[in-house]
């Protein structure tokens, strides 16, 4: 298995455009989570999925941000317009839904520059 | 409000001792416990895990402790060896009767091995 897959690695964009962030899953996992680490905050859970379906998004910062998982191999966050501050890594990673105590499988990440 | 706390931003061991990264946490719903290993410019991979019920797990050169009167966690390494250099996150999961609820991370250690 090629484990998680994100794209792209790297994103810089200029203030105020729309930025689409890639996941691909490993295949059988059931549930999907997009996280953020900054300096200020660590790694934070935006949003995850369970069977497609979006089972908590309190931790999406604003209403600028939103995900999509329209199917068991796919999902996007999608943050727009960018901001600076937004200027981060963000990390898919997947699991089967009853199986946290082997851990998720993250992503590479994708590096957010927005100027 | 920080619900998983580690406090050392760094730790720096000579290769062949033991290290000790420590784990604080605040939420007495978290069920399960897990370590996990960050290189640079890649994603963060699982380590090792303990659930609440058990005080020690063990594989390899890595064991688990849990203190859960203290809300106390530890990772030991022995012997430390120089590819164990990299950033260790401490997580954490409530008990939610099934499914995956998203880990909550601490904001990492970084753990240097002298030569």
């Known amino acids: 298995d090629a484990g998680v897959i994100q794209s792209p690695r790297h994103e810089v964009t200029e203030m105020g455009q729309e930025v689409t962030l890639r996941c691909k899953p490993i295949?059988?996992?059931?549930?999907l989570f997009w996280y953020r680490q900054t300096m200020m905050r660590g790694l934070e859970l935006l949003i995850y999925f369970n069977n497609n379906v979006p089972i908590d998004d309190s931790g999406m910062p604003e209403d600028r941000f939103s995900a999509k998982m329209p199917n068991a191999s796919f999902s996007t966050l999608k943050i727009q317009p960018s901001e600076p501050r937004d200027s981060a890594v963000y990390f898919c990673?997947?699991?089967?839904?009853?199986?946290?105590?082997?851990?998720?499988?993250f992503g590479s990440g994708t590096r957010l520059t927005v100027v | 409000d920080q619900q998983v706390k580690q406090n050392s931003p760094s730790l720096s061991v000579q290769e062949g001792r033991i290290s000790i990264l420590n784990c604080d946490y605040t939420n007495s719903m978290f069920d399960y416990f897990l370590w996990y290993k960050k290189y640079p410019a890649e994603g963060p991979t699982f380590l090792i895990s303990i659930s609440s019920i058990k005080d020690k797990n063990e594989d390899g050169r890595f064991t688990v402790f849990l203190n859960k009167s203290a809300k106390h966690l530890s990772l030991h390494i022995v012997p430390s060896q120089p590819g164990d250099s990299a950033v260790y996150f401490c997580?954490?999961?409530?008990?939610?009767?099934?499914?995956?609820?998203?880990?909550?991370f601490g904001k990492g250690t970084h753990l240097i091995i002298q030569p």
């Open positions: 997580a954490a999961e409530p008990y939610s009767g099934g499914g995956a609820d998203g880990l909550t």
């Open positions: 295949s059988g996992h059931n549930s």
């Open positions: 990673a997947s699991s089967f839904e009853t199986v946290s105590r082997y851990g998720y499988t």
